[in-house]
């Protein structure tokens, strides 16, 4: 059974940090891509990054303030997220999807974790 459980969320301050984590089971991270994408409220939910095992991918609006690095040992995938600015203020989701085809179209995407909480304000 495929399972996604995010963590690492929580209040910080703007030019702060945080490291999201989600943890898979189920399967085995090396043939999977991982997506984060986050919902803020009233909006769409938007792709964040992905990582797959040959190729990672940021959207325009985290390039250079977001890292996702993924440790198959532990089958667990990151997102380091720095810079953090109050428009990074959302529910950040993982998800994950078979192969190794990196994109940011949540439709593509199979499973789902529940989500973290990130709130950016002072």
């Known amino acids: 059974q495929v399972q996604l459980v995010e963590s690492g969320g929580g209040l910080v301050q703007p030019g702060g940090s945080l490291r999201l984590s989600c943890a898979a089971s189920g399967f085995t991270l090396d043939y999977y891509t991982i997506g984060w994408f986050r919902q803020a409220p009233e909006k769409e939910r938007e792709g964040v990054s992905c990582?797959?095992?040959?190729?990672?991918y940021y959207a325009d609006s985290v390039k250079g303030r977001f890292t996702i690095s993924r440790d198959n040992a532990k089958n667990t995938v990151y997102l380091q997220m720095n810079s953090l600015k109050p428009e990074d203020t959302a529910v950040y989701y993982c998800?994950?999807?078979?192969?190794?085809?990196?994109?940011?179209?949540?439709?593509?995407?199979?499973?789902w974790g529940q989500g973290t909480q990130v709130t950016v304000s002072s």
């Open positions: 990582s797959s095992v040959s190729s990672s």
């Open positions: 998800a994950t999807r078979r192969g190794a085809n990196c994109n940011l179209d949540r439709r593509r995407y199979n499973y």
